[in-house]
């Protein structure tokens, strides 16, 4: 689950709980951050379905810049709340 958000993951794991672990307790108890979560991967589904496409049109390749954009935010706010409970 965290390597598909993190697949180079720098950041230290505070002991006695890992960041899967931490990351499915907050899906669970956070309504918020499942949302966030679920977003993210929609993004990247929507990524890999216009990366399969051999070539793409002038605004797919726009959208697909505005989707990267959108997935890193997520992705960065997904990390940001991660580190506030370390």
């Known amino acids: 689950m965290l390597e598909d958000l993190f697949p180079n ?4 794991v505070p002991m006695g709980q890992s960041q899967d672990a931490r990351m499915a307790a907050l899906i669970e108890r956070d309504p918020e951050f499942k949302t966030l979560v679920e977003e993210h991967r929609m993004l990247d ?4 379905e216009l990366d399969r496409k051999v070539y793409l049109l002038p605004d797919e390749e726009v959208e697909r810049k505005r989707l990267q954009k959108l997935k ?15």
């Open 9 to 12: 993951p720098i950041a230290e």
């Open 45 to 48: 589904e929507k990524l890999k």
């Open 72 to 86: 890193l935010a997520k992705k960065d706010k997904i990390a940001q709340i991660l580190s506030l409970g370390a």
